[in-house]
Nanobody, 124 residues
Framework: QVQLVESGGGLVQPGGSLRLSCAAS????????IGWFRQAPGKEREGVSC????????YYADSVKGRFTISRDNAKNTVYLQMTNLKPEDTATYYC?????????????????WGQGTQVTVSS
């Protein structure tokens, strides 16, 4: 049973930073993609950033390139999303997710495993 547990959300002012963490367990596949998706009220869920378990290759949505950084600690089975220069439009519920689909980050509708989500609010 795959379990993904997020932490680190909160309220931050524009221009501020947050780090999200995702502790993963039960992933038995030798190869998978794990990453972060977000959904704002009234909008579709979108892939923000993903990282592959094998070679560490990464994907970033255009809207977060240069501001967000995804990383992983294999010893802790944890994936992080460092978010800097946050903007009000980054406000959303952020979900950690995993799948064996290499294109999972751009096809959120096909992702099999999801965390419960953590709220990020960027507001002054």
């Amino acid at each position: 049973q795959v379990q993904l547990v997020e932490s680190g959300g909160g309220l931050v002012q524009p221009g501020g930073s947050l780090r999200l963490s995702c502790a993963a367990s039960g992933v038995t596949s030798d190869w998978y993609v794990i990453g972060w998706f977000r959904q704002a009220p009234g909008k579709e869920r979108e892939g923000v950033s993903c990282i592959s378990s094998s070679d560490g290759s990464t994907y970033y949505a255009d809207s977060v390139k240069g501001r967000f950084t995804i990383s992983r600690d294999n010893a802790k089975n944890t994936v992080y999303l460092q978010m800097t220069n946050l903007k009000p439009e980054d406000t959303a519920t952020y979900y950690c997710a995993a799948d064996s689909d290499p294109f999972a980050c751009i096809r959120p509708g096909t992702v099999h495993y999801w965390g419960q989500g953590t709220q990020v609010t960027v507001s002054s």
